[in-house]
């Protein structure tokens, strides 16, 4: 099953970079848990939530995902990636950038029925917060 899951989460991340939001129904669990959801108030929860955070990333940051590692035991999968995008909309608190954006993060996923069932990361939202120009470091 590991090298199942595995391909499970690299599908996943190959649907939101084609923007194909209707492969989530598909792909993860209704009452999908995310243990480390964006910063953005009024999300719904579950599948639902996912749904909207990501399109409010693909209209604000359009971009892809690279996938730099993936180890998989029992029904997790851990995921070392790179995100890619540019600033090019708002963001709730955050006006456009113009700026390109990289982003890294080691996500976790547990597979359930063959869905995506629940996910936690630690994500660069520091360096994030910097590149979409909300966060300045002092220079020395």
């Known amino acids: 099953m590991t090298s199942e899951n595995k391909a499970l989460v690299r599908r996943f991340y190959e649907e939101i970079d084609k923007g194909n939001l209707a492969a989530m129904d598909e792909l993860v669990a209704e009452d999908y848990i995310d243990h480390s959801p964006p910063p953005f108030p009024g999300l719904a929860l579950g599948r639902e939530g996912l749904k909207q955070s990501f399109k409010l990333f693909l209209d604000a940051t ?3 995902h690279k996938i730099e ?3 998989a035991e029992g029904d997790k999968v851990v995921t070392r990636l790179t995100a890619y995008g540019t600033h090019e ?3 709730p608190g955050a006006p456009r950038t113009g700026n390109k954006l990289e982003m890294t993060a080691i996500v ?3 597979i359930a029925g063959g869905k995506l069932a629940e996910k936690w990361s630690n994500k660069d939202v520091l360096g ?3 590149q979409i120009g909300m966060l300045h470091m002092p220079k020395h």
């Open 62 to 64: 359009p971009g892809f």
């Open 69 to 71: 590692d993936q180890i």
């Open 89 to 91: 909309g708002d963001l």
């Open 108 to 110: 976790i996923h547990r």
């Open 128 to 130: 994030f917060l910097q």
